[in-house]
C-alpha cells in the first residue's frame, strides 16, 4: 500500500496532507482511477488544493482520466527517485 507512506513523507516535509484515498480501512468503499480523477478535479477546482498527488496502479489511468477536466494538467512519474 503506497498511500500510507506518500503521506507520511508529504507531511515529514511540513505539507498538510487531506487523504481522499484509500486507507484500507475496513468497510472503506473501493475507489479506482476515475473517481480520485474526479475528486482530484474538485478539490483543485474548489481550491480545496494547490497540489495532488494521485495515481493507481500504473498511474496511466488516473493520468489519462485527470486530464480530462478543464484547466488541470497532470504528470506521470515513473521512478519514485
Do not use: W
Amino acid at each position: 500500500m503506497k498511500n500510507p507512506e506518500v503521506c507520511a513523507v508529504l507531511r515529514a516535509l511540513g505539507h498538510e496532507v487531506v487523504n481522499l484515498g484509500m486507507t484500507g480501512r475496513e468497510g472503506e468503499p473501493d475507489l479506482n482511477y476515475l473517481h480520485t480523477a474526479l475528486l482530484s478535479a474538485l478539490c483543485l477546482h474548489l481550491n480545496m488544493a494547490e497540489f495532488v498527488v494521485g495515481g493507481c496502479g500504473t498511474g496511466q489511468g488516473y493520468m489519462n482520466a485527470v486530464l480530462q477536466f478543464p484547466d488541470i494538467f497532470c504528470g506521470l512519474l515513473l521512478d519514485p527517485v
